[in-house]
């Protein structure tokens, strides 16, 4: 699970472990959020603020796949674009997602 949870979404497992992940990893797959999704967990988001977004699966070292949301333009995505990990700041709440290795101003 990216990012880490307590539980397992699919059993409801408190059995989770860390595992150290890459910064970087390449899009396998994606799509686009065209519609604001519903609160929680997007609180921050308002039908004023909503803009569409990327949501794609991003593989690791070649092995591990995470789902993720993805930042920048929609339209410049494409499978085996090379990403980068950031953290975004939405409304004062923190989100991890893969943002292409040339985007500035990102953490």
């Given amino acids: ?3 880490l949870r ?4 699919v059993c409801a497992s408190t059995e989770v472990s860390r595992a150290l992940l890459p910064g970087c990893g390449t899009l396998w ?7 604001m999704p519903p609160s929680p967990p997007y609180a921050a988001c308002t039908p004023e603020t909503f803009s569409e ?3 794609g699966y991003v593989e690791l070292d070649g092995v591990v796949r995470v789902e993720s949301r993805l930042f920048g ?4 995505f494409y499978i085996g674009m090379e990403l980068k990990l950031v953290t975004l700041d939405l409304g004062g709440e923190s989100q991890y997602a893969f943002a292409p290795l ?3 101003g990102l953490s």
């Fill in 102 to 104: 040339d985007a500035v």
């Fill in 53 to 55: 977004f990327g949501v």
């Fill in 29 to 35: 797959t994606y799509t686009v959020q065209r519609f």
């Fill in 6 to 9: 307590k539980r397992c979404v």
């Fill in 73 to 76: 333009d929609p339209e410049t």
């Fill in 1 to 3: 699970m990216f990012p």
